[in-house]
């Protein structure tokens, strides 16, 4: 779940500085609400697709498949931080707090939705949109186009990858009567949608570029983000697909941190 969350910090930080940059208590609140938030999201994800893990080999591992956690302890984690995720929404401000409800019933429907359309891939995206543009209104307390586009940009961006991502289990989905993208459509189909949604990430990212003026640091930041995508669809096309999605969701951690590091150079000193 630590990495999980290192993962998605970004995200959220992404909205903050896109908002303006806000005071250390907002950016100290935004890191409690996203930590929580995905730790009561990745506990929703483990208790509810339980017996789903168990027959997947490569998930039998997990914790609650091995008998080494109690569903009911994993139950209490994710309520306890979902508390914790409204209260901290609270301390941002009122927009927040009444959006948080919103966010744990995101949260909680995700897993469910793959056992139902195919689309979950997007449901996926859609949920970890909610990291930038919640960072976005902690700031700035309102509604614009903004943190919409930034939310695209992490919604495309994440479907993309679990579109490669879900690929490993093409075969066993089908069998489980799971729905997903590769199930349903095939390989060369889903690699097609997967690199489809990459472009729209990234135009999506040119477009809050251009429509915010930023300046030099987070252009180039963005020519580093385009070729690790390039890379990764290039990876995803790879015969071996053991081999190719380790190297794949490797090099996918070092492009939150690219981007967010380009837009706090942007912000703060340029």
């Given amino acids: 779940?630590?990495?999980?969350?290192?993962?998605?910090?970004?995200?959220?930080?992404?909205?903050?500085?896109?908002?303006?940059?806000?005071?250390?208590?907002?950016?100290?609140?935004?890191?409690?609400a996203l930590s929580a938030a995905r730790t009561a999201g990745m506990s929703f994800n483990r208790v509810i697709?339980?017996?789903?893990?168990?027959?997947?080999?490569?998930?039998?591992?997990?914790?609650i498949p091995k008998g080494e956690v109690?569903?009911?302890?994993?139950w209490l984690t994710a309520v306890i931080f979902s508390i914790i995720l409204i209260i901290s929404s609270y301390k941002l401000n009122m927009l927040c707090f009444y959006l948080s409800f919103v966010a744990v019933v995101l949260?909680?429907?995700?897993?469910y939705f793959k056992r139902f359309s195919s689309s979950s891939h997007f449901y996926l995206g859609f949920v970890e949109a909610a990291a930038p543009i919640g960072g976005y209104l902690a700031v700035s307390g309102r509604f614009t186009i903004i943190p919409f586009i930034l939310g695209l940009v992490i919604m495309f961006w994440i479907a993309g990858l679990d579109i490669v991502y879900a690929l490993q289990d093409t075969e066993f989905d089908r069998d489980e009567n799971l729905h997903s993208i590769p199930s349903r459509f095939g390989k060369i189909k889903a690699l097609r949608i997967?690199?489809?949604c990459y472009v729209l990430s990234m135009s999506s990212l040119i477009a809050a570029?251009?429509?915010?003026?930023?300046?030099?640091?987070?252009?180039l930041s963005l020519v580093c983000i385009g070729?690790?995508?390039?890379?990764?669809?290039?990876?995803?096309?790879?015969?071996?697909?053991?081999?190719?999605?380790?190297?794949?969701?490797?090099?996918?951690?070092?492009v939150s941190p690219i981007l967010f590091f380009g837009t706090f150079l942007d912000v703060y000193f340029f």
């Fill in 209 to 219: 570029g251009i429509l915010t003026d930023r300046r030099i640091f987070y252009w």
């Fill in 49 to 63: 697709d339980a017996e789903i893990d168990a027959k997947n080999p490569r998930t039998s591992d997990r914790l």
């Fill in 107 to 111: 949260l909680f429907t995700y897993s």
């Fill in 70 to 74: 109690k569903p009911a302890t994993v």
């Fill in 227 to 254: 070729k690790i995508f390039l890379y990764q669809q290039k990876l995803a096309r790879n015969e071996d697909m053991s081999l190719a999605i380790k190297s794949f969701f490797k090099v996918n951690m070092f």
């Fill in 194 to 196: 997967s690199a489809s």
């Fill in 1 to 32: 779940m630590l990495e999980q969350t290192l993962f998605a910090l970004p995200f959220a930080y992404l909205g903050v500085l896109f908002a303006g940059g806000g005071t250390i208590i907002s950016w100290v609140w935004v890191t409690i």
